[in-house]
């Protein structure tokens, strides 16, 4: 079993920055895939960006030139580095570990509030 706790969500005005935090913990494999998903009211849940171990990235196009990811293989965290924060940006964010062509995990979530 693999446990993902986020954290760093919060309120913030619209053009400023947030950085989230998520720490794996458990039955972790050299090769996985961390990302962070968000989920705001009435939408499916999205993509926002992913990073592999070996740090190849994706990016949805809505937060490109403005989000970045990282992670630290040492302390099994991933990064969410969120600049130039819009109102639309507002959302649960999820992040997840996938590993072993199988195996998906999820944690509880982390809320960010894009208002003025």
């Known amino acids: 079993q693999v446990q993902l706790v986020e954290s760093g969500g919060g309120l913030v005005q619209p053009g400023g920055s947030l950085r989230l935090s998520c720490a794996a913990s458990?039955?972790?494999?050299?090769?996985?895939?961390m990302g962070w998903y968000r989920q705001a009211p009435g939408n499916q849940r999205e993509l926002v960006a992913t990073i592999t171990s070996s740090d190849s990235t994706t990016y949805a196009d809505s937060v490109k030139g403005r989000f970045t990811i990282s992670r630290d293989n040492a302390k099994n965290t991933v990064y969410l580095q969120m600049n130039s924060l819009k109102v639309e940006d507002t959302a649960v964010y999820y992040c997840?570990?996938?590993?072993?062509?199988?195996?998906?995990?999820w944690g509880q979530g982390t809320q960010v509030t894009v208002s003025s």
């Open positions: 458990g039955r972790i494999f050299g090769f996985n895939v």
């Open positions: 997840n570990l996938f590993q072993l062509g199988v195996q998906l995990y």
